[in-house]
């Protein structure tokens, strides 16, 4: 019998695969795929979430992602441009989650594939076929898609115009490699936002926040959507001048940004966006899935498994702030005016983009 089950092998449960098993818990990961895909969200890795790595014995190098150190902000015609905190790095979720993965099994803990979990009960995970794979504490990390028995509702103001979120590859290029640099970039528009940056094969991640309505208006099409923002956005329309439209747009639907829990019982350790969704423009989400994971291994080996709920709550409370501000900017990038006004801000007080960059980290434990 297993001491821990960990659900879903992404960033947050392979960290705590890997953190569980090196301190001689019987692990079993658990992973739905049959192989290492490149998940729509997290290309971004900021300055705290490589140190996070680095702690895992996962090295920069091995990662081999495009470096980072710029951010700018798009509003119109608008543009501001900012020295990040520290050097970030882009990088694929297929690269990164099957690095991660490879140290979850070196370090000893079992990887199952093509498993699909389906609910949790009473201590035991139910798969698809009707098997029961039971173990005292159970670690859920099942990513952005809902999980039977574990509702994450948006914020009120969300829930009449949902978030949906869109992810289109940019195929590497030279001119693609002049545009974007070693930055990330941040598109912002009425209702909704794009996110933009290079990754270690020299392709652009293009992936975008935005709400049902806006992509209605472009009648239901993800490209019709993006060529639309293309014309309607220069600076946005350069970079997709590039694109590949014969590669399809992933999506995601109904993504509760700015959602968190404080509750679970004991035994049932919630990673990740099963933890909380905090909006993507602050580029923290990997950072989010290692804090939590973290966070969940080391009160696990302090007291097993009654300490989740209390895990639960100090993680919640660190959520607090980030997510308030993560929120805030997300909002203000969505209105015309604000977005404006806070590019035009970024540009006269570049340290204040600095102190928001750094406030929205998830801090260590």
Same mark, same amino acid.
């Given at each position: 019998?297993?001491?821990?089950?960990?659900?879903?092998?992404?960033?947050?449960?392979? $960290? *705590?695969?890997? +953190?569980?098993? /090196? =301190?001689?818990?019987? !692990?079993? #990961?658990?992973?739905? %795929?049959?192989? &290492?895909? @490149?998940?729509?969200?997290?290309?971004?890795?900021?300055?705290?979430?490589?140190?996070?790595?680095?702690?895992?014995?996962?090295?920069?190098?091995?990662?081999?992602?495009?470096?980072?150190?710029?951010?700018?902000?798009?509003?119109?015609?608008?543009?501001?441009?900012?020295?990040?905190?520290?050097?970030?790095?882009?990088?694929?979720?297929?690269?990164?989650?099957?690095?991660?993965?490879?140290?979850?099994? $070196? *370090?000893?803990? +079992?990887?199952? /594939? =093509?498993?699909?979990? !389906?609910? #949790?009960?009473?201590? %035991?995970?139910? &798969?698809? @076929?009707?098997?029961?794979?039971?173990?005292?504490?159970?670690?859920?990390?099942?990513?952005?898609?809902?999980?039977?028995?574990?509702?994450?509702?948006?914020?009120?103001?969300?829930?009449?115009?949902?978030?949906?979120?869109?992810?289109?590859?940019?195929?590497?290029?030279?001119?693609?490699?002049?545009?974007?640099?070693?930055?990330?970039?941040?598109?912002?528009?009425?209702?909704?936002?794009?996110?933009?940056?290079?990754?270690e094969d020299g392709s652009?991640?293009?992936?975008?926040?935005?709400?049902?309505?806006?992509?209605?208006?472009?009648?239901?099409?993800?490209?019709?959507?993006?060529?639309?923002?293309?014309?309607?956005?220069?600076?946005?329309?350069?970079?997709?001048?590039?694109?590949?439209?014969?590669?399809?747009?992933?999506?995601?639907?109904?993504?509760?940004?700015?959602?968190?829990?404080?509750?679970?019982?004991?035994?049932?350790?919630?990673?990740?966006?099963?933890?909380?969704?905090?909006?993507?423009?602050?580029?923290?989400?990997?950072?989010?899935?290692?804090?939590?994971?973290?966070?969940?291994?080391?009160?696990?080996?302090?007291?097993?498994?009654?300490?989740?709920?209390?895990?639960?709550?100090?993680?919640?409370a660190k959520m607090t702030?980030?997510?308030?501000?993560?929120?805030?900017?997300?909002?203000?990038?969505?209105?015309?005016?604000?977005?404006?006004?806070?590019?035009?801000?970024?540009?006269?007080?570049?340290?204040?983009?600095?102190?928001?960059?750094?406030?929205?980290?998830?801090?260590?434990?």
């Amino acid at each position: 019998m297993s001491d821990a089950i960990v659900v879903g092998a992404g960033p947050a449960g392979s $960290a *705590a695969a890997i +953190g569980l098993a /090196r =301190g001689g818990a019987r !692990t079993l #990961l658990l992973e739905r %795929a049959r192989e &290492t895909g @490149d998940a729509l969200c997290g290309g971004f890795l900021s300055w705290q979430t490589l140190q996070r790595l680095d702690a895992l014995g996962i090295e920069r190098a091995t990662l081999g992602g495009q470096a980072v150190r710029r951010v700018r902000l798009f509003a119109g015609q608008r543009y501001s441009q900012t020295a990040l905190p520290g050097e970030a790095m882009g990088v694929s979720r297929r690269r990164l989650d099957g690095i991660l993965q490879a140290a979850a099994v $070196a *370090a000893g803990a +079992g990887l199952e /594939r =093509g498993v699909h979990a !389906t609910a #949790l009960e009473g201590g %035991a995970v139910q &798969t698809r @076929d009707g098997a029961m794979m039971a173990a005292p504490s159970i670690f859920l990390a099942a990513g952005k898609h809902g999980f039977r028995g574990f509702p994450r509702e948006p914020a009120a103001w969300q829930r009449a115009d949902p978030v949906i979120g869109l992810r289109l590859r940019l195929p590497a290029h030279r001119t693609l490699d002049r545009m974007i640099g070693d930055a990330v970039e941040l598109h912002l528009f009425d209702r909704g936002y794009a996110g933009l940056v290079r990754q270690e094969d020299g392709s652009g991640n293009l992936c975008l926040a935005v709400h049902k309505s806006r992509l209605d208006e472009a009648g239901g099409d993800p490209a019709a959507l993006l060529r639309m923002l293309g014309d309607r956005l220069p600076h946005l329309g350069e970079r997709l001048a590039h694109a590949d439209w014969s590669r399809a747009v992933d999506a995601i639907g109904h993504v509760p940004y700015g959602w968190r829990t404080r509750d679970t019982p004991p035994g049932m350790f919630r990673l990740g966006d099963q933890a909380g969704v905090i909006p993507s423009l602050a580029g923290e989400g990997m950072g989010l899935a290692l804090a939590s994971a973290e966070g969940a291994v080391a009160a696990w080996r302090h007291g097993g498994r009654d300490t989740a709920p209390a895990f639960q709550k100090q993680l919640a409370a660190k959520m607090t702030r980030p997510f308030a501000l993560a929120n805030l900017v997300w909002r203000m990038g969505e209105n015309r005016n604000a977005a404006a006004a806070m590019t035009g801000m970024a540009s006269l007080f570049p340290a204040l983009v600095r102190m928001m960059s750094q406030a929205t980290r998830i801090e260590p434990r």
